[in-house]
């Protein structure tokens, strides 16, 4: 069989909760979205509704043939106030861990996707005095949601977080924007420094797995750019792999590459762009994960996010089928793959881009919530039933 993967492997779909929960009205986000002047497309507003409709995701997870499912939980519904916590919310997402095991899936759960609760963000956020007691007090809050959960995310993302504040200042003075700049190195360490907290409670805890995700890419240099890849991957990747050599697993989320010259990232001259604004290339994903197994030799790694923007679901599909076959490659090649989770289960909310660039495997009616699932859900299924992709 061409493609295939070793036994066990998960097979899965994954969500964040604020673009798929809806009503997160306690988050920075939130804030950020109704703010004046807010660059978001558009606010998340009641997204998918998976908060009240999770029981319906969960079954087109399992009827689909998959066998994994990541999610994250919203700080901000378990504690709205600093020390104010919400045992509801806890149960709730409890309960979504059970529904997992209960339908046969494996959870993978996700402590911080982005969002955090205003109280928090008003303080200084992941550079506050006290972030990093917080994250992890959050941590023990979250530990009864966690007991059954396989895989454990601390923080997604935190590479691509820390440019955030790098991309917003290449905005405001208007310099184009190709690929991902460099990170904010204060910013950096308070979120590795977070991360470690977090860490240090998730592994007195309980038998799960846990690490962080981060950002993967295929770095193209162009023109003499090698020195500057070697400058963008220490920046945004080793020294992120170095934090992480002492975790249970690595979660990498990888959807395209940067072309790199000698003054930096610049377009690709035959780049072919996706509906989020990202290049159209699918063998990204192996070469990604290819060098994330050289940079923490015997960490476990699990791609946890890989995608296409698109509204033509075949397209969906062949870009799925040739990312899987650069990441079979990459495993016969010596790579300590676990598992694959799609990016997204449902056309969800894409942060500033609001509801135009479609991810998921099942489309979502803006007014009824109602789900529909393309055919690439029932692809990725016989591909997880078969555990490799025919032909």
């Known amino acids: 069989m061409t493609g295939a993967f070793p036994p066990g492997f998960l097979w899965g779909a994954a969500t964040a909760a604020h673009q798929v929960e809806g009503g997160n009205v306690n988050n920075h986000y939130w804030e950020w979205e109704h703010a004046e002047h807010s660059p978001f497309a558009e606010p998340s507003g009641d997204a998918c509704d998976s908060y009240h409709r999770w029981r319906e995701d969960l079954d087109l997870?399992?009827?689909?043939?998959?066998?994994?499912?990541?999610?994250?939980?919203e700080w901000s519904r378990i504690e709205p106030e600093e020390?104010?916590?919400?045992?509801?919310?806890?149960?709730?997402?409890?309960?979504?861990?059970?529904?997992?095991?209960?339908?046969?899936?494996?959870?993978?759960?996700?402590?911080?996707?982005?969002?955090?609760?205003?109280?928090?963000?008003?303080d200084g956020s992941w550079q506050g005095p006290n972030a990093g007691d917080r994250f992890a007090r959050f941590t023990e809050l979250a530990l009864p949601i966690l007991e059954d959960a396989a895989?454990?995310?601390?923080?997604?993302?935190?590479?691509?977080?820390?440019?955030?504040?790098?991309?917003?200042?290449?905005?405001?003075?208007?310099?184009?924007?190709?690929?991902?700049?460099?990170?904010?190195?204060?910013?950096?360490?308070?979120?590795?420094?977070?991360?470690?907290?977090?860490?240090?409670?998730?592994?007195?805890?309980g038998p799960f797995a846990a690490g962080l995700t981060l950002v993967g890419q295929e770095y193209l240099a162009e023109d003499g750019g090698e020195e500057q890849v070697a400058a963008y991957r220490g920046a945004m990747e080793d020294q992120f792999f170095d934090v992480a050599k002492g975790d249970d697993f690595v979660g990498m989320?990888?959807?395209?590459?940067?072309?790199?010259?000698?003054?930096?990232?610049?377009?690709?001259?035959?780049?072919?762009?996706?509906?989020?604004?990202?290049?159209?290339?699918?063998?990204?994903?192996?070469?990604?994960?290819?060098?994330?197994?050289?940079?923490?030799?015997?960490?476990?790694?699990?791609?946890?996010?890989?995608?296409?923007?698109?509204?033509?679901?075949?397209?969906?599909?062949?870009?799925?089928?040739?990312?899987?076959?650069?990441?079979?490659?990459a495993i016969a090649a010596g790579a300590d793959v676990r598992g694959y989770t799609h990016w997204s289960l449902l056309d969800n909310f894409e942060w500033m881009d609001g509801y135009r660039p479609t991810f998921g495997l099942v489309a979502v009616d803006r007014t009824t919530f109602a789900r529909t699932p393309k055919p690439s859900l029932a692809w990725l299924g016989e591909v997880a039933r078969r555990n490799g992709l025919a032909g």
């Open 253 to 329: 989320q990888i959807y395209s590459c940067t072309h790199i010259g000698p003054e930096g990232p610049r377009a690709g001259v035959d780049s072919e762009p996706t509906l989020a604004f990202m290049e159209r290339r699918p063998q990204a994903l192996g070469a990604a994960i290819t060098r994330a197994a050289e940079m923490v030799p015997g960490v476990p790694l699990v791609v946890t996010e890989n995608g296409l923007a698109t509204a033509d679901d075949d397209d969906r599909i062949r870009f799925t089928a040739d990312a899987l076959r650069s990441l079979a490659e």
């Open 151 to 205: 895989y454990v995310v601390t923080i997604n993302e935190p590479n691509l977080m820390a440019c955030l504040p790098v991309l917003g200042r290449m905005g405001a003075q208007g310099e184009p924007i190709h690929g991902l700049p460099k990170p904010d190195q204060a910013l950096t360490d308070a979120l590795l420094s977070a991360h470690c907290r977090s860490m240090d409670v998730l592994r007195s805890a």
């Open 83 to 122: 020390g104010e916590v919400s045992r509801a919310a806890v149960d709730h997402y409890r309960r979504i861990v059970d529904g997992c095991r209960d339908r046969g899936l494996t959870p993978l759960v996700t402590l911080s996707h982005f969002t955090t609760p205003r109280w928090f963000h008003r």
């Open 61 to 73: 997870v399992a009827d689909a043939g998959l066998t994994a499912y990541r999610f994250s939980i």
